[in-house]
């Protein structure tokens, strides 16, 4: 039976990590997770030095898989490489936003767990927004619950 509800997530870690591109960016994001009084597990990149995002991607799914964190947010140019990256891990929906109704609407209807931004096509002010939109937000469940359940490939 679906339920008719969604279930408010308390939010109480979030797991981070960016490529070089989304350096600039993780710091106003982590400074307004901490204003929320949220734990940041932070996996890097550190610097502006060409890195490969992957390297960064994995110990963000990785930490949400192991219930280390509630939710993750990844940062790179496009936000294509690390929404990949991570939708590989199998309990790891990611989605790109670069609105906040696209994030608010990404953990509404589709229970993402991991914010991508694409960091070359959003001002970092609106990259804090878009993510405020998606910590705000909770899955409806419902008829997206069906269809979330139907995400999995095994």
């Known amino acids: 039976m679906e339920s008719d509800a969604g279930t408010r997530l ?54 949400l898989e192991a219930n280390e964190a509630d939710l993750g947010i990844l ?16 309990d790891i929906r990611a989605a790109i936003c670069w609105t906040p109704e696209l994030a608010a609407l990404a953990r509404q209807h589709n229970d993402a767990n991991v914010l991508a931004l694409p960091a070359r096509f959003v001002e970092q002010e609106v990259a804090v927004e878009i993510t405020s939109a998606f910590l705000d937000a909770s899955f409806e469940g419902g008829r997206h619950a069906r269809r979330v359940n139907k995400i999995a490939c095994c």
Request: glycine share 8%; net charge negative.
């Open 10 to 63: 308390e939010i109480k870690t979030i797991a981070i990590g960016c490529d070089h591109a989304g350096f600039p960016y993780k710091a106003a994001i982590v400074e307004m997770l901490l204003d929320r009084d949220i734990e940041v597990l932070d996996v890097g990149t550190h610097s502006l030095d060409s890195v490969d995002y992957p390297d960064f991607v994995h110990p963000v799914a990785h930490s």
């Open 75 to 90: 940062i790179c140019g496009s936000g294509n490489g690390v929404a990949m990256t991570a939708n590989k891990h199998q």
